[in-house]
């Protein structure tokens, strides 16, 4: 896993990728305490940056590997963004996906034309084996949520974008704070601001209760977590970092931050309010860490990623009806 598969990548992704902009706010600089760039890969396709990987993975594939087709396991980003770069590429899709995901990811899924199957994570059926099983008896092609260096070296793209937006705005020393489940953006990421933007340092954010990238890089192995759902943020949710993202995280990345469900339906009111941008609670964890957790961020500047914007109605309007809520005291204009 390197650069050049990162810069290989970019140049499959052109004219079907979103170049997303580099956002600002004065709302959002004053609650923070510093300058906040905003980075919504949820006006990326499918609603989030799974796209840049999905799109990667597929047209790297063998001609006659494509036409077989695909399989993948997700929560529902990953699986919109599989669905629809197997469906441009003209390759079919199955998707594996749990039970208790976003009605609107199952449903956006179904709609691109990927078949999708169900299973119970509250009741630790193994979605491994269940893609593993599928995709034997069909001949299909895993393309695995993060640890998968095709997927990483498309969701690196995003480090590239960064770098160059954060140069153009003249920002050359700052954390990038970057929403993180199993580590394949955060890892992307941190690989192209180690080549384009040194001055950039990465750090992974995480819900409470889900933190296994920020514990692992304390400890310096690989750490588990005790649960694998029952959060908001189930987007960005994995039981452990993977096998080839942490080593990258593990030599790249600053310290992970951890924020709780309510700081990341706050940021999402934030988000709404401040840029007209619709983010999901997991794609809002870095913006709520930036906003919430100043005191574990140094520095002028401050660059975070919204991850993806596929929030069910329900979730959005209890972000919304915080109201004031969103705002600490003392920090409100």
């Known amino acids: ?80 963004g599989v669905a629809l770069a197997a469906a441009s590429h003209g390759a079919s899709a199955v998707i594996v996906m749990p039970r208790d995901a976003p009605q609107v990811k199952i449903e956006n899924t179904r709609a691109l034309g990927a078949e999708v199957v169900l299973y119970d994570r509250a009741a630790a059926e193994d979605r491994d084996a269940i893609g593993r099983e599928i995709a034997d008896a069909r001949g299909l092609t895993l393309i695995k949520p993060f640890d998968e260096p095709q997927v990483i070296a498309g969701q690196g793209t995003t480090g590239l974008e960064i770098a160059a937006q954060a140069a153009e705005v003249g920002v050359s020393q700052a954390d990038v704070i970057v929403c993180c489940g199993g580590g394949g953006f955060s890892s992307g990421i941190a690989l192209a601001l180690e080549a384009d933007a040194p001055g950039l340092r990465m750090r992974p954010a995480e819900p409470e209760g889900f933190d296994d990238v ?18 908001l943020c189930d987007a960005i949710i994995s039981p452990q970092p993977g096998d080839i993202t942490f080593p990258i995280l593990k030599r790249l990345a600053g310290p992970g931050l951890v924020v709780t469900e309510t700081e990341a ?21 870095a913006l709520a860490a930036a906003l919430f957790h100043g005191d574990q961020i140094e520095g002028e500047d401050v660059i975070v990623t919204i991850s993806g914007g596929n929030v069910d109605p329900d979730v959005f309007q209890q972000a919304l009806s915080l109201g004031d809520e969103a705002v600490p005291q003392g920090d409100a204009a």
């Open 1 to 80: 896993m390197n650069i050049e598969m990162i810069r290989a990548a970019a140049e499959r992704l052109k004219g079907h990728a979103r170049r997303t902009p580099l956002l600002s706010s004065p709302f959002l600089d004053e609650i923070a305490g510093r300058r906040v760039w905003v980075k919504p890969e949820c006006l990326q396709h499918t609603g989030s940056f799974k796209f840049r990987g999905a799109w990667s993975a597929v047209s790297a594939l063998p001609e006659d590997a494509r036409a077989r087709g695909v399989i993948a396991y997700s929560s529902g980003n990953h699986a919109q």
């Open 214 to 231: 920020a514990r692992s890089l304390r400890s310096g192995k690989i750490e588990r977590n005790a649960r694998v759902s029952g959060s």
């Open 265 to 285: 339906l706050r940021a999402v009111a934030q988000a709404f309010s401040r840029l007209k941008v619709v983010a999901e609670p997991g794609g809002a964890v």
